[in-house]
């Protein structure tokens, strides 16, 4: 029996080989994929763009990640807003929680001449990545 340990980079597919060995030879190698443990996702979506449909609804969409970007298998996108009066300081933030095979979502709501700041996350069952730049949508 072996043991070793190595310190390996969150969700990367290894192909893990074993095969027995006796004085007549090697036996027959068995192989499996594996992953490393999944970690939260370091970097934010990216290619985010937001659209005012109308007064009250506006549409965010995003690149979706791959298992490597997230470090693991997507459980779903956050959309966060905050609503910003003249001087821009901040009010509260609304979440909005998107399935995970989903590139935008249609958000209503929104205040007739209010402004947002919009920010998207990923999440993965180790727990939410970075967010995006804040992005200014004017009311």
């Keep these: 029996m072996f043991d070793f340990a190595f310190v390996a980079v969150k969700y990367i597919p290894y192909n893990v080989s074993v095969s027995a060995r006796t004085s007549a030879g090697f036996g027959e190698a068995v192989s499996n994929v594996t992953f ?3 970690g939260a996702p370091s970097i934010a979506p990216r290619q985010i763009n937001i659209n005012r449909i109308n007064v009250t609804h506006m549409n965010v969409s995003w690149a979706k990640m791959t298992p490597q970007e997230a470090s693991g298998f997507i459980t779903g996108y956050n959309i966060r807003y905050d609503s910003v009066d003249s001087s821009r300081s901040k009010r509260a933030a ?3 929680v998107v ?3 989903s590139s935008y979502k249609v958000v209503g709501g929104l205040g007739y001449t209010q402004s947002y700041l919009i920010t998207v996350s990923a999440s993965t069952s180790a727990g939410e990545g970075s967010s995006s730049r804040p992005i200014l ?3």
């Design 36 to 38: 490393t443990e999944e």
């Design 94 to 96: 609304v979440l909005v």
């Design 99 to 101: 399935d995970p095979d």
């Design 137 to 139: 949508l004017q009311g």
